[in-house]
């Protein structure tokens, strides 16, 4: 069964392309990477399927239910990690996920046990009574990264989950999402342009360039097509970006 | 070119930043010193052809004048010149505060925008830094000498306003604003060698919005008030300022003071030189004081401060009853939303600053001497609570909060519009924090305006209405910022949004006013043509009448209830449907929104 499937999903801002014709499919259970360079369209992708914002033309489904006319229920299945890191930043750690499932009507007694663990895991217990606003990036991420699996959805978008985090944390969080993909069926969405983190994660990854989709297959699928050594050759190939060596040179 | 000017061509860049100023860069200065030129040539010309064609026949026409025309020296003072002084002691107010609100604001922003190290690290000396920092700032004396042109256009109506004049007026402006700008520059200098942190610079944004609050609401009350000139204030370098203009116009330093029907005589506190010797002192003084200050700075010695971590294990009682009070799970977004609010200084200072209206307002009225008669205050009192203060009140309360709701929302808006019910919770929660806010908030104000306004009347009813026009005007501005939604702390969208607030609360605010008040008022309404007719009777009988029909007025009961209850009936259900489709409104469009 498809977690996710587009039909020529559009989005326009005024005369500006989002995405065009997206037609995506998502399996259930699937780690799915989604990549493309900057403003290609994939938060505008994210935001669509999480019913954040309305489709010009188009529809999708997600986890089984429209986002236009089931948007309750999709937003009840699917967490997110937004691209931005925005949190209340006068809200302590433990205040802001308190908050966060609130939202998602999480049982309060579920609630307090979830954020215990997920401070816990995120290594944030000690500082979950702090304002967040003396957080650092990468704690802020770690806390977003918390308030998307507070309400344990079925379909977890993560738009560039190691954005600001450091090595050990950006560790922790390729094996969290390991591990829960493969003891939980829960399906990622991972958009990122850290080619080795699609690498080493997505079974199958799409590549998005200026809002249209250029390719979709699994990592060593799409290597095998453009015989590159890596994903980075496949991307750079499919995307049409090269640096210039003249450039470099004036550099 | 030159480090100073790189520093001041790189200031004028960061404060045309925006979309439209942007376009304004390379013509502002030149339109800004062409506009001022044309407006000192064209006032004198105005002034003379208007002081002939009207003042010189009023005059003639005036018999209260009669005493004044027996002195011909007194001739032209035939009307009231402490009018030019209370707009010298506004415009001297503006030129010396302007600039250092201006200034300083600009630094608490820049410390988050531009990064110190990019400064630090480039081989600049503290003298461009200030010199740079003063000549972009110097764009600010045509702007004042622009405003204040304006604000003298009613002088010119009803004085004689020469070249003379205008140039003694320009001279004095400027004087004041070059101190205001230099000033300005030394605190924006130390504001950055010290690098306010965290909590400083709150307080530091908070004490703004308090000095600007008093000085808007000093200058409203100066402006709209009947009253003459205040006494003792002789220190103030505004009234140094008044002074000169006061001289530039009347050519005395004798005010003439029309309080009620009289004209009386008052000199001016300090004279016009010795106000101009005074000006020039403090400019002289500010600019020595600078250098020295100058000569001290070292950007090498800037050390960065140091945040205290806030832990917070428990929840107070206040957020403890708001939780119960509520459904969840609004209750939680309702004391998160209130928790972001209430826990920085800034946004409390700024709400709370709103009791500073009627305290500046009650100040001022204890400061004047008032030209108004202890019968008419009753009529004065009803008019200005229900009229201007109440709009003031009703539309600055939601104000203060709405606009920092949405920008304290900025990164957090498409995860709260991610989650089932986000959208519609946040709106209600919006409308929940303003009024928990506002509620308490209008019951103090509507104290000290009755306080301020002399203890006059029962409170009761006004603070009924009040608190009403408080839950109208929140719902529609969470209506007009759902619609028009503005993240940024500052910019033109929160003007514009201000003027849609203030114009659709006005509409609907004195729409419910009239019906509620209209039934309780006919009689004062009758008899309003007697009294203005009356006002033409010599004195003191005129003022015995007015007195009598005003208390007779105001304390007759009125007999059509029905068209009391009506009114009110139909007051209550117009601020219904205005709260109900502004709510219905915001929803919508927030759901709309997409960035």
């Known amino acids: ?251 | 070119m030159p480090s100073w000017l790189a520093v001041a061509r790189n200031e004028y860049r960061l404060m045309m930043s925006g979309k439209v100023t942007r376009r304004l860069r390379r013509v502002l200065p030149i339109l800004l010193v062409s506009a001022v030129a044309a407006m000192a040539m064209a006032l004198p010309l105005a002034s003379r052809s208007l002081f002939l064609e009207f003042r010189i026949r009023g005059y003639l026409e005036d018999t209260l004048t009669l005493p004044l025309k027996l002195d011909p020296a007194l001739l032209f003072f035939a009307v009231d010149t402490s009018y030019a002084w209370k707009m010298g002691a506004l415009t001297g107010t503006l030129a010396f505060l302007i600039p250092i609100f201006a200034a300083i604001g600009r630094q608490l922003e820049e410390v988050e925008v531009v990064s110190k190290d990019m400064v630090l690290s480039s081989p600049l000396k503290p003298v461009h830094v200030l010199v740079g920092e003063f000549i972009v700032n110097l764009l600010m004396l045509p702007v004042i000498l622009l405003v204040s042109t304006f604000m003298f256009i009613p002088v010119a109506l009803s004085l004689y306003l020469t070249f003379q004049a205008v140039a003694l007026i320009f001279v004095a402006l400027t004087l004041a604003s070059l101190t205001g700008i230099w000033v300005a520059v030394l605190i924006s200098t130390y504001l950055f060698t010290c690098e306010p942190m965290g909590k400083v610079k709150s307080a530091l944004k908070a004490l703004l919005v308090i000095l600007g609050v008093a000085m808007g609401t000093g200058i409203i009350t100066l402006s709209t008030s009947t009253s003459a000139m205040p006494s003792g204030l002789w220190f103030l370098p505004p009234v140094w300022v008044a002074s000169v203009i006061h001289f530039a116009v009347a050519q005395s330093n004798i005010a003439v003071v029309k309080l009620g029907f009289a004209y009386f005589l008052v000199p001016v506190q300090p004279d016009g030189w010795t106000g101009f010797t005074l000006l020039l002192a403090l400019f002289a003084f500010s600019f020595i004081v600078g250098a020295a200050y100058l000569s001290r700075i070292k950007f090498t010695s800037i050390v960065e401060g140091k945040e205290e971590t806030l832990i917070i294990k428990k929840e107070n009682v206040f957020y403890r009853t708001i939780r119960k009070a509520f459904p969840s799970p609004l209750n939680v977004m309702v004391v998160s939303q209130l928790k972001e609010f209430t826990r920085k200084t800034d946004n409390v200072t700024r709400f709370a600053s709103i009791i500073i209206f009627p305290l500046v307002i009650l100040f001022m009225n204890r400061m004047m001497q008032s030209d108004v008669t202890s019968g008419e205050l009753s009529m004065l009192f009803l008019s200005s609570f229900s009229g201007f203060y109440f709009v003031l009140a009703g539309v600055a309360l939601p104000l203060m909060i709405i606009p920092y709701i949405f920008v304290d929302s900025k990164d957090i808006l498409w995860m709260i519009k991610k989650t089932p019910k986000g959208t519609r919770l946040l709106v209600y929660s919006m409308l929940a924090e303003a009024l928990i806010l506002s509620v308490p908030m209008s019951i103090v104000l509507a104290l000290l305006f009755y306080l301020a306004m002399g203890g006059i009347g029962n409170p009761a009813p006004l603070l009924a209405v009040l608190l009403f026009m408080v839950c109208v005007s929140t719902s529609i501005a969470v209506g007009v910022y759902a619609s028009r939604p503005i993240f940024k702390e500052k910019g033109f969208g929160h003007f514009v949004n201000f003027t849609i607030t203030f114009i659709a609360t006005g509409i609907v605010v004195s729409a419910m006013l009239v019906l509620l008040v209209t039934p309780w008022v006919l009689n004062l309404i009758a008899i309003a043509p007697l009294l203005q007719a009356v006002s033409w009777l010599p004195q003191p009988t005129s003022i015995v009448i007015r007195q009598t029909l005003t208390y007779v007025a105001t304390s007759v009961t009125p007999v059509d209830v029905p068209l009391q209850v009506t009114g009110t009936a139909a007051s209550i259900i117009l601020g219904a449907i205005s709260i109900y489709i502004s709510v219905k409104r915001s929803v919508r469009k927030l759901e709309l929104y997409e960035g």
């Open chain 1, 1 to 251: 069964m498809e977690a996710v499937k587009t039909f020529n999903l559009t989005k326009f801002y005024g005369f500006r392309v989002g995405v065009e014709n997206l037609n995506l499919e998502v399996l259930s259970g699937e780690t799915f990477g989604f990549l493309g360079p900057n403003g290609s369209g994939k938060t505008t992708t994210v935001r669509l399927l999480n019913c954040i914002i309305r489709p010009t033309s188009g529809g999708a489904k997600v986890g089984g239910y429209d986002i236009l006319s089931e948007s309750e229920v999709v937003k009840r299945i699917t967490g997110l990690l937004p691209e931005v890191p925005g949190v209340y930043e006068r809200l302590t750690a433990r205040e802001f996920l308190e908050f966060m499932g609130s939202l998602y009507d999480v049982p309060s007694a579920v609630l307090k046990r979830r954020i215990a663990e997920l401070l816990d895991f995120f290594e944030l217990g000690d500082r979950a009574d702090e304002l967040l606003e003396g957080f650092s990036k990468g704690m802020k991420q770690k806390v977003l990264l918390a308030s998307a699996f507070i309400h344990d959805p079925e379909i977890v978008f993560l738009d560039e989950p190691t954005s600001g985090l450091d090595p050990i944390s950006s560790r922790m969080v390729k094996d969290l999402v390991k591990m829960l993909a493969s003891e939980t069926n829960k399906t990622f969405f991972i958009c990122t342009h850290i080619l080795p983190l699609a690498e080493e994660l997505c079974e199958r990854i799409a590549i998005i360039d200026r809002g249209r989709l250029k390719e979709v297959g699994s990592p060593d699928e799409l290597k095998e097509k453009y015989g590159a050594k890596n994903l980075e050759e496949v991307f750079l190939q499919v995307t049409g970006r090269n640096v210039s060596r003249d450039m470099i040179e004036w550099v």
